[in-house]
C-alpha cells in the first residue's frame, strides 16, 4: 500500500509539473492534490532539502514585511503562495529513483516542445499581423510576443528556460533520441524575443557546457544557431528597440530602478509591503508617461523583495540561493552519473533562472516558480537513493522517525 501511494504522490506530482506549462489551475489542483494524499497515507518520513530552513526565514520575513504593511489586507496573494514550496519538498521526496528523473525530463520536454511550436506558430501568425498594420502594438518581437499555452510571454519564455537550461545536461544520460524535441525547445527561446530569458540561457548553458559531450552540443545547438542566423534581421531589430531613446518598457525599467532605490531607502527593514509597489510607485514617480510601461514589480528580483518586503527578507532571499546552490554542488562532485547529471541540470536551471530574474522579477510568477523548484529539487530526491558518502547527511535533510526512506 505505501508503494502505492506513493507511486500516485510522484505521479501527482510530476502532473503538476507538467500542466504548469498548460494550466495553471489544473497544474496547482494536482499539487493540492499530490499533498492532500501524501497527508493522508504518509508512506514515508518527510526529507526536507537542504534549503528549507532559509526557505522559512524567506516565509517569516515576508510574514513580518505584511505584518508592518500600511495595507496588509492586499498582502495575502504573497502569502498564499506559500503552498507553492511545497512543489520542491514533494519532488525532493517522491523523484528518487533515476527512472522517475528521466520520465520527469522526458515528459517536460515534449510538452515544452509542444508549446514552444505553438508559439512559433504564434510568432509567424503575428508576424503576418504586424507587416499588414506597421503598429507597434501588432510587433511580434516586441508587445505582441508569442506566449504559446500561456497567458503571457513572460510567463512563456521563462518556462522554456528552465527546460532547455535543465535538460542539456540530462540528454547526458538520456539518450540522444531527446535531441530533437530539445532543439524544438531552444528555438522557442529564439522565437520568444525575450531578452531577459536569452541571456540566461546563454549564461546558464555556459557554466556547465564544458560537462557535456561534445558530440550532443554540437547536434543540440546547430539547430538553434540556424534559426538565430536565420532571424538575424529580426534580433537586429528587437535590441535596436531597446536602444532606442524613449522606448517606454525600458524608459519605465530605469524608473523603476530609481523608486525601487529610493523605497529601499525610505523603508529598508519592513519594505512598502506585499503587493503595494505599484501603489507605492505611483506616489513616487511625477512623469505622465505611466501608460507607457508596466509599474507593478521592479523586473529585478533582488530590488523586488528589498522594496516590497525589505531588507530582512532580502537577506533570507539570497539564503535560500545560496543553500540551493551549495546543496546542488555537493552532489555535482558524486560519482554516480545519474545524480551527478541531475545536479548538472539543476545548477544550470539555477543559473539560467538567477540571471534572467536580474532582469524580469520571474519569481513572483507562479508558473515558472513551480517548474524551477521541481528542476532544482530533483537532485535532493535522488541523492537518497544512492549511496553516495554524506550525500544523505549533507545534502537532505530529514523530519521523522527513522532513517530509511
Not at 493540492?32 to 537542504?50: E, T, Y
Not at 503552498?83 to 515534449?110: C, D, E, Q, W
Not at 543540440?220 to 531613446?245: C, D, F, G, W
Request: net charge neutral; glycine share 10%; hydrophobic share 50%.
Amino acid at each position: 500500500m505505501k508503494e502505492r501511494s506513493e507511486g500516485w504522490i510522484f505521479g501527482l506530482t510530476l502532473a503538476s509539473a507538467t500542466t504548469v506549462l498548460l494550466s495553471i489551475r489544473v497544474s496547482q489542483s494536482l499539487l493540492a492534490l499530490a499533498c492532500l494524499v501524501w497527508i493522508v497515507f504518509r508512506p514515508k518520513p518527510v526529507r526536507l532539502p537542504p534549503y528549507s530552513l532559509a526557505l522559512i526565514g524567506f516565509m517569516a520575513a515576508t510574514l513580518l514585511s505584511l505584518g508592518m504593511s500600511m495595507d496588509p489586507g492586499v498582502g495575502a496573494p504573497a502569502i498564499r503562495k506559500f503552498v507553492l514550496f511545497s512543489m520542491g519538498i514533494l519532488a525532493a521526496n517522491f523523484v528518487t529513483t533515476p527512472r522517475r528523473a528521466k520520465l520527469s525530463y522526458g515528459l517536460l520536454i515534449i510538452v515544452a516542445a509542444i508549446s514552444a511550436t505553438l508559439a512559433t506558430v504564434q510568432f509567424g501568425l503575428g508576424y503576418r499581423e504586424y507587416l499588414s498594420t506597421g503598429a507597434l502594438a501588432d510587433d511580434p518581437t516586441v508587445l505582441a510576443r508569442a506566449s504559446g499555452f500561456m497567458g503571457h510571454w513572460m510567463t512563456y519564455s521563462g518556462e522554456q528556460l528552465l527546460i532547455w537550461c535543465g535538460a542539456v545536461p540530462a540528454l547526458a544520460i538520456m539518450g540522444h533520441r531527446w535531441i530533437f524535441p530539445l532543439s524544438i525547445v531552444g528555438i522557442g527561446i529564439v522565437s520568444s524575443f525575450t531578452r531577459s530569458v536569452w541571456i540566461g540561457a546563454i549564461v546558464g548553458i555556459s557554466t556547465i557546457a564544458l560537462t557535456i559531450p561534445r558530440n550532443t552540443l554540437i547536434k543540440l545547438t546547430i539547430p538553434v544557431v540556424l534559426v538565430i542566423l536565420a532571424s538575424a534581421p529580426l534580433i537586429y531589430h528587437r535590441l535596436a528597440m531597446s536602444v532606442e531613446k524613449g522606448f517606454g518598457p525600458d524608459v519605465g525599467r530605469l524608473a523603476l530602478i530609481e523608486t525601487g532605490i529610493q523605497m529601499v531607502r525610505d523603508h529598508p527593514l519592513f519594505g512598502v509591503g506585499p503587493q503595494r509597489i505599484a501603489t507605492e510607485f505611483v506616489g513616487y514617480y511625477d512623469e505622465e508617461n505611466l501608460d507607457t510601461f508596466y509599474y507593478g514589480h521592479m523586473h529585478n528580483n533582488l530590488l523586488q523583495i528589498a522594496a516590497e518586503r525589505g531588507l530582512i527578507c532580502l537577506i533570507a532571499f539570497v539564503w535560500f540561493f545560496v543553500e540551493l546552490f551549495k546543496g546542488l554542488l555537493r552532489l555535482k562532485g558524486t560519482r554516480d552519473p545519474t545524480l551527478r547529471f541531475m545536479a548538472l541540470s539543476a545548477l544550470a536551471a539555477l543559473t539560467g533562472f538567477l540571471v534572467a530574474g536580474l532582469f524580469e522579477y520571474n519569481f513572483g510568477d507562479s508558473e515558472v516558480l513551480m517548474l524551477f523548484l521541481f528542476i532544482v529539487s530533483i537532485p535532493f530526491g535522488l541523492a537518497a537513493r544512492y549511496d553516495v558518502a554524506g550525500a544523505e547527511d549533507a545534502a537532505v535533510g530529514e523530519v521523522g522517525p527513522g532513517n530509511s526512506i
